[in-house]
C-alpha cells in the first residue's frame, strides 16, 4: 500500500532536552495510525511537528508528497487538525464555527451533512459555550474534516470524556475509516488504540520503542496470559519479604515474569491454570492471604511494561 | 488574503463582542458613567477650570469695581493677587510661567486717572495712548485658554469702559461670539472620555483577547489551516475599528444630546482622530499580548501602561496640571496626542493646520508599535 506520510529522523528539543528523537515511520493511505505512550512521550510534539504547528530541530516529512517545512502551505490544504485543547470560540455557534472554519479554505466541504454526521444537528444554532465534553470534541473532528482532507490528525480525541461519550467518538472514528480516511491518532488509553488502530507506535521519552498491529504487538510478549493479586499493606512494605516473594513466584509453574508495584503483583504466565495450582499452594505453606486475584489476557500495557519497566499511566 | 475568510473572522469578533453582553454593557455604561459623574458634578457651576490671576497695580475705586467685576465671572475664576511690593507684576507672571495660573491680567498704576480724564473729555476724540489700558497677559502653549481668556476679558472690559463713559451698550452681537467659546468642564470632558475609551478597549481588549486565545490554543487550531496571519489581522483591525468608532459616536451623541457637548470642528477630521487613536492603541495591545506569557499577566501590564496615562493623559485633568518636569514626557505619548486633537477639535474647532502635529505623531507611533508588533508577536 502507498505511503501518504513518511517520516524521517524527526527531532525536537526545548531547553536542550530532547522530546522527539529522531523518529521514523511511514503511514499508510487509509489506515489508523495510533501513537501510544504515557503524558510525555513526545506524541503532541511529533503530531506538531507534522502538521506545521512547530519546527522541528532535525530531520524531515512529507504528507501526500510535500514537505512539511517547505510545503507548509500546500499541507496544510490536506490535512486536518484537532487539537488538544478546546479551542474554539465559545461564544459561536456550531453552524457559525463550521462556516468560519470553511472560509478559511479554497475547497471546502458543505457544512450541515458534515454536522449531521457528527451528530450534531440539534445542537446547531447552539453555542460552543453550552456543548458537552463529547459534543466540543465532535465539532472539533467536524472543523478538521471541512476541507475533506487526506490526513486526519486526532490528537488525544477522548482524553476526559466519559465512557459514553468516548463511545460515540469511537463509533464516528471507526465510520471515517470505514470511509478509507487516513488518521493519525494520539492516546494514552491502550483499549482505545486496541479498537481503533490499525498500527501502533509505540512512544516513550521520545522514542519509538515498538511498531506493529496491536495484534503482533501482544503476541510479541513471551506470554499471553497475566495472573494478578493484591497483597495486604503491611507485608507489600516489607521489601525484604518481597524480595523473597518475588523470587519464589519466579520458580511457580509456566511462569516468564513477575511483575511488583505498591500492591500489586503480575504473574506473567504461559499457561494461567498450572500457575494458579502453583499459586495457590504456595499461599497455603507461607500463609500469605491474596486478595483480589485474577487473570486476563495480556495487553497493550503488558507489552509497554514490559519494554519500559513503567505502566502507561505512571510518567 | 482570502476575501470570504476575512469577512468571516470580521463577522465572528463582532459577534463575539455583541454577544459578551458584559463587555458591551460595560465598555459603553463605563464613558457615561464618567461622563454623568464628572460632568454634573464638577460641571454644576457651569465654566471649564480657567483660572486667572488680576493684579491691581492701581488700587483706585475705579480699578477695584473692575476686579470686583471679573470676580462675578463664572467662566474664569480670578484671583486678586498681591505680592511684595515693586516686584509683583514679576512674580505674577512668573506664576503663569510656571503653569500655575493660565493668565494674568495687570490694571496699571495710573488707570483709575485715566478712567477719569476720559470722562471729562468724553464728548471728544480720545489718542489711542491716552486711553486707560489693562495689560492681558496669556499662555502662548495653550490656545484654549488664550481664545477663552482673550474674548472674556476684552468682553468685560469692553463694557466696563463703556459703562464708564455712558456709552450706550452695544455688545450683543460681540457677547455671542463670546458665547459660542465658552466652554463648559463637560466640554472639556468628553473627548477625553473617547480617548479613554480607545485607549481601554485596545490596548486591554487586544492584549487579553489575544493572550487568552493564545492559551486556549485557538490561534495555534487557526495556523493549522491555510488561513494566512495577514487575513487574520486585518479582520481584527476592520472589527475593533467599526466597534470603536460606533462607541466613539456613542458616546458622543450621548454628551451632544444629553450634556450639550459641542462639536465646533469637523465630524470627518474627528473621526479621523478616533481611527488614528484605535490603531495606535491596537499596535501597543498586540505588543503587550506577545510580552505576555499568560492572559492572566495580560491584564496586568496594560493597566500597568494605561492607568497612569488616566491621569496624566490629559484624560480628566489638563495636562498643565502635570508637574513641569513630566509634561514634555507626557506630550510625548499617544494619549495626549489623542486628547489634546479630540479636545482642539471639538472645543476650538481647529483643523489640519493645526493639528497635523497631532496627526503625524500617532501615525508615527501606530507606524512605529505595528512594526514592533510584528517582530514580537506570537501565535503561540
Known amino acids: ?315 | 488574503m482570502r476575501r470570504k475568510a476575512y469577512w468571516q473572522l470580521t463577522l465572528s469578533q463582532l459577534r463575539i463582542f455583541v454577544r459578551n453582553r458584559q463587555v458591551v454593557f460595560w465598555s459603553l455604561m463605563f464613558p457615561v458613567f464618567f461622563m454623568v459623574m464628572l460632568g454634573s458634578f464638577i460641571g454644576g457651576g457651569g465654566g471649564i477650570s480657567l483660572g486667572g490671576l488680576v493684579l491691581d497695580e492701581d488700587q483706585s475705586a475705579v480699578s477695584q469695581q473692575l476686579v470686583k467685576k471679573l470676580q462675578t465671572s463664572e467662566v474664569i475664576e480670578f484671583t486678586s493677587f498681591t505680592g511684595t511690593k515693586g516686584s509683583s507684576r514679576e512674580q505674577a507672571l512668573e506664576q503663569l510661567k510656571q503653569g500655575d495660573t493660565q493668565l494674568v491680567l495687570v490694571i496699571p498704576r495710573g488707570y483709575g486717572e485715566r478712567v477719569g480724564q476720559a470722562k471729562v473729555e468724553a464728548e471728544t476724540e480720545v489718542e489711542a495712548s491716552q486711553v486707560a489700558q489693562v495689560l492681558y497677559y496669556y499662555d502662548e502653549t495653550n490656545r484654549l485658554t488664550y481664545e477663552t481668556g482673550r474674548l472674556f476679558v476684552s468682553q468685560v472690559v469692553d463694557e466696563f469702559s463703556k459703562s464708564q463713559l455712558d456709552y450706550k451698550p452695544v455688545v450683543t452681537v460681540q457677547e455671542k461670539g463670546v458665547l459660542s467659546l465658552q466652554l463648559e468642564y463637560i466640554d472639556f470632558l468628553v473627548p477625553g472620555i473617547v480617548a479613554m475609551m480607545i485607549m481601554s478597549n485596545n490596548l486591554n481588549g487586544v492584549a487579553g483577547q489575544i493572550a487568552s486565545w493564545r492559551e486556549r490554543g485557538i490561534l495555534r487550531r487557526m495556523q493549522g489551516t491555510t488561513l494566512k496571519a495577514s487575513t487574520f489581522i486585518a479582520a481584527q483591525i476592520t472589527a475593533r475599528l467599526s466597534l470603536n468608532g460606533l462607541q466613539a459616536v456613542i458616546v458622543l451623541l450621548v454628551g451632544f444630546f444629553v450634556f450639550g457637548t459641542q462639536v465646533n470642528g469637523s465630524w470627518w477630521l474627528l473621526m479621523t482622530f478616533v481611527v488614528l487613536g484605535t490603531l495606535s492603541f491596537m499596535s501597543i495591545g498586540f505588543i503587550i499580548a506577545g510580552l505576555a506569557k499568560t492572559p492572566e499577566s495580560a491584564g496586568p501590564i496594560a493597566g500597568f501602561i494605561s492607568f497612569p496615562l488616566l491621569f496624566v493623559g490629559g484624560i480628566f485633568f489638563p495636562i498643565k496640571d502635570m508637574p513641569e518636569f513630566l509634561q514634555p514626557i507626557i506630550h510625548t505619548l499617544p494619549i495626549a496626542q489623542l486628547t489634546t486633537a479630540l479636545r482642539q477639535v471639538m472645543n476650538v474647532g481647529a483643523d489640519l493646520t493645526l493639528l497635523w502635529p497631532q496627526l503625524l505623531y500617532l501615525g508615527l507611533w501606530t507606524v512605529g508599535a505595528f512594526w514592533i508588533a510584528s517582530v514580537t508577536f506570537k501565535w503561540e
Request: glycine fraction near 6%; charge should be negative.
Open chain 1, 1 to 315: 500500500m502507498e505511503n501518504i506520510i513518511e517520516v524521517d529522523g524527526l527531532s525536537k528539543v526545548y531547553d536542550k532536552k530532547t522530546v522527539v528523537n529522531e523518529v521514523r515511520f511511514a503511514v499508510r493511505r487509509g489506515e489508523v495510525f495510533g501513537l501510544l505512550g504515557p503524558n510525555g512521550a513526545g506524541k503532541t510534539t511529533t503530531i506538531e511537528m507534522l502538521e506545521g504547528l512547530r519546527k522541528p530541530d532535525g530531520g524531515r516529512a512529507t504528507i501526500a508528497g510535500f514537505d512539511t517545512q517547505k510545503q507548509m502551505d500546500r499541507v496544510k490544504a490536506v490535512i486536518g487538525v484537532q487539537l488538544q485543547s478546546t479551542s474554539m470560540f465559545d461564544l459561536l455557534t456550531v453552524h457559525e464555527m463550521m462556516e468560519l472554519y470553511a472560509s478559511f479554505y479554497e475547497k471546502s466541504l458543505p457544512v450541515e451533512p458534515l454536522i449531521d454526521e457528527m451528530a450534531l444537528r440539534e445542537k446547531m444554532n447552539a453555542r460552543v459555550k453550552g456543548l458537552s465534553g463529547g459534543q466540543k470534541q465532535r465539532l472539533a473532528i467536524a472543523l478538521a474534516l471541512v476541507n475533506d482532507p487526506q490526513v486526519l490528525f486526532l490528537d488525544e480525541p477522548t482524553t476526559g470524556l466519559d465512557p459514553q461519550a468516548r463511545r460515540v467518538l469511537w463509533d464516528i472514528i471507526l465510520k471515517l475509516k470505514e470511509r478509507g480516511k487516513t488518521m493519525i491518532l494520539s492516546t494514552h488509553y491502550m483499549d482505545e488504540a486496541h479498537v481503533l488502530c490499525d498500527r501502533i507506535c509505540l512512544m516513550d521519552q521520545g522514542q519509538i520503542i515498538a511498531l506493529d498491529t496491536p495484534q503482533q504487538l501482544v503476541k510479541s510478549l513471551s506470554s499471553e496470559s497475566a495472573v494478578e493479586f493484591t497483597l495486604p499493606v503491611e507485608l507489600a512494605a516489607d521489601s525484604d519479604a518481597i524480595a523473597q516473594f518475588k523470587e519464589s513466584w519466579q520458580t511457580l509453574a509456566a511462569v516468564t515474569r513477575v511483575e511488583f508495584r505498591k500492591q500489586t503483583a503480575v504473574l506473567y504466565s504461559n499457561d494461567a491454570q498450572r500457575t494458579l495450582v502453583d499459586l495457590l499452594a504456595w499461599c497455603g505453606q507461607s500463609s500469605v492471604r491474596l486478595s483480589d486475584l485474577s487473570t486476563r489476557t495480556a495487553t497493550l500495557e503488558d507489552v509497554f511494561i514490559q519494554m519500559t519497566g513503567r505502566s502507561l499511566r505512571e510518567s
